[in-house]
């Protein structure tokens, strides 16, 4: 599968922004999907994940309550609903997809990432 991330941009602290990945290939509903961020400096880590059904997700303690991730298996695509975003909040996004049924937490447990996409929040 091929991953492609879009929305990511430039927001002020307190704004919104929605990243979107669509996949291409087939088998998308049999596929665990999966946010991560790097800044630069650190490693990539998990920020949301959900599973192959879509019904079990998972958010990192930082941005539990603000981000919220979803899927639509009839557009292949997961997206990721950003709020009260803040500066510690610059990274680069990256979409992740998974065999099986997930979700998944780390990043060696996934097989086909996005090319990423910028997210800077000013203060």
């Known amino acids: 599968v091929q991953l492609q991330a879009s929305g990511g941009g430039s927001v002020q602290a307190g704004g919104s922004l929605r990243l979107s990945c669509a996949a291409s290939?087939?088998?998308?509903?049999?596929?665990?999907m999966g946010w991560f961020r790097q800044a630069p400096g650190t490693e990539r880590d998990l920020v949301a994940a959900?599973?192959?059904?879509?019904?079990?997700?998972y958010s990192a303690d930082s941005v539990e309550g603000r981000f919220t991730i979803s899927r639509d298996d009839a557009k292949t695509s997961v997206y990721l609903q950003m709020n009260s975003l803040q500066p510690e909040d610059s990274a680069v996004y990256y979409c992740?997809?998974?065999?099986?049924?997930?979700?998944?937490?780390?990043?060696?447990?996934?097989?086909?990432w996005g090319q990423g996409t910028l997210v800077t929040v000013s203060s």
């Open positions: 992740a997809a998974a065999r099986g049924s997930g979700p998944y937490y780390y990043p060696t447990q996934y097989d086909y």
């Open positions: 290939g087939p088998g998308f509903r049999s596929y665990a």
């Open positions: 959900t599973g192959w059904s879509g019904g079990s997700t």
